[in-house]
T-cell receptor, first 115, second 117 residues
Framework: AQSVTQLDSHVSVSEGTPVLLRCNYS??????LFWYVQHPNKGLQLLLK??????LVKGINGFEAEFKKSETSFHLTKPSAHMSDAAEYFC?????????????FGTGTQLKVEL | EPEVTQTPSHQVTQMGQEVILRCVPI?????FYWYRQILGQKVEFLVS????????KSEIFDDQFSVERPDGSNFTLKIRSTKLEDSAMYFC???????????????FGPGTRLTVL
């Protein structure tokens, strides 16, 4: 079975400082990993994904994540936070068995950005 | 850019009533999904659908739930007799066929907030 653990339910940063949202995964197969963002009262938007190509993945809005197989981690980072980054972030793993590709979500990390 | 759309954005119903949530996936996508997010909890997989049949379903997706692609564009989730615990945000998602680029990515709609009274 696959699972995702997001280590922090809430992260608070000051505008202009780095962001680190932590994610560890468990999967019996070579996983596909994603980060999705959910702004208040909005749907789920894909930030970036890892699908067995480059281990450092760049996404939208300056976010990036590094796949580290030895640590089973896929942490999300951004060098400089902006107020508009305040949202909930979900680390997600995809199960490719059977072709269904169902997604398993982490519990989410609420990012707060302060002035 | 093509988007997944969902209607209605908010549905209020009485316990025991039937509801149908509607989704229009991205037009060239072939895999369709429903997920739900109970308030304060994580997003949970309900069902995946391909080639006019369910390919996988979760334990949540019991006999009260059904899915259908009635006309080649819409993808619906029906709950036959709603319970209080069905109150949640329901997300539809779609994915391309398994050839070419970007086949792993599921694109989500904005969600339908279902409130069961």
């Amino acid at each position: 079975a696959q699972s995702v653990t997001q280590l922090d339910s809430h992260v608070s940063v000051s505008e202009g400082t780095p962001v680190l949202l932590r994610c560890n995964y468990s999967s019996s197969y070579s996983p596909s990993l994603f980060w999705y963002v959910q702004h208040p009262n909005k749907g789920l938007q894909l930030l970036l994904k890892y699908t067995s190509a480059a281990t450092l993945v760049k996404g939208i809005n300056g976010f990036e994540a590094e796949f580290k197989k030895s640590e089973t981690s896929f942490h999300l980072t951004k060098p400089s936070a902006h107020m508009s980054d305040a949202a909930e972030y979900f680390c997600v793993v995809s199960d490719r068995r059977g072709g269904g590709n169902k997604l398993t979500f982490g519990t989410g990390t609420q990012l707060k950005v302060e002035l | 850019e093509p988007e997944v759309t969902q209607t209605p954005s908010h549905q209020v119903t009485q316990m025991g009533q039937e509801v149908i949530l509607r989704c229009v996936p991205i037009s060239n996508h072939l895999y369709f999904y429903w997920y739900r997010q109970i308030l304060g909890q994580k997003v949970e997989f309900l069902v995946s659908f391909y080639n006019n049949e369910i390919s996988e379903k979760s334990e949540i997706f019991d006999d009260q739930f059904s899915v259908e692609r009635p006309d080649g564009s819409n993808f619906t989730l029906k709950i036959r007799s709603t319970k209080l615990e069905d109150s949640a945000m329901y997300f539809c998602a779609s994915r391309k066929r398994d050839l070419g680029k970007d086949t792993d990515t599921q694109y989500f709609g904005p969600g339908t907030r279902l409130t069961v009274l």
